[in-house]
Antibody, heavy 125, light 106 residues
């Protein structure tokens, strides 16, 4: 069974840092493109960013509000995805989900399945 | 960046109703669109990908259509388990979600 389990959430003060982890199992993690998606309390889904597989370059992309503050990385030897969050703001308060990017029969990648259960990050003084 | 706009934001319906949700992209995304269902406190669940392909295990009352900039998600006969919030997501260029449509009991 494919499973994603996030950890590392918690309460942090504005300006602080936090690192989230996402452990994957049941699939070949090293081949997967991985995304982080967040959801502020009572709000909609917001794509945060993604990392490609190392064979596809291992590059990262981010949404504008987190660019320069958040860094996505991966350790394929541990089947683990990371989200390093620095200079945190109150508006970063959200549940953070990790998810894998799937490829359809035409070879185009980007729909998201499965998802982890999420981890809550609260930025407050 | 591509912006996604869903309508309506909230929809009140009864069991058995046919329900349609619209998603518009700010520029053409071909057929690179997915639909998700989310219930309170739960992670989103994939329903449809590539605009009209039904994910395995998803009931056939769900269907998707459209291409370019306009897309629809249709539930042919609303069931009690379908009261939830639905999101569209484009994956033509980076990724972006619509703001969501909450389907509530009338």
């Amino acid at each position: 069974e494919v499973q994603l389990v996030e950890s590392g959430g918690g309460l942090v003060k504005p300006g602080g840092s936090l690192r989230l982890s996402c452990a994957g199992s049941g699939f070949t993690f090293s081949n997967a493109w991985m995304s982080w998606v967040r959801q502020a309390p009572g709000k909609g889904l917001e794509w945060v960013g993604r990392i490609k597989s190392k064979t596809d370059g291992g590059t990262t992309d981010y949404t504008a509000p987190v660019k320069g503050r958040f860094t996505i990385s991966r350790d394929d030897s541990k089947n683990t995805l990371y989200l390093q969050m620095n200079s945190l703001k109150t508006e970063d308060t959200a549940v953070y989900y990790c998810t894998t990017e799937q490829t359809d029969s035409s070879g185009w990648r980007g729909y998201l399945q499965p998802w982890g259960q999420g981890t809550l990050v609260t930025v407050s003084s | 960046d591509i912006q996604m706009t869903q309508s309506p934001s909230t929809l009140s319906a009864s069991v058995g109703d046919r329900v349609t949700i619209t998603c518009r992209a700010s520029q053409s995304i071909s057929s690179w669109l997915a639909w998700y269902q989310q219930k309170p406190g739960k992670a989103p669940k994939l329903l449809i990908y590539k605009a009209s392909s039904l994910e395995s295990g998803v009931p056939s009352r769900f269907s998707g259509s459209g291409s370019g900039t306009e897309f629809t998600l249709t539930i042919s006969s609303l069931q009690p388990d379908d009261f939830a919030t639905y999101y569209c997501q484009q994956y033509n260029s980076y990724r972006a979600f619509g703001q969501g449509t909450k389907v509530e009991i009338k």
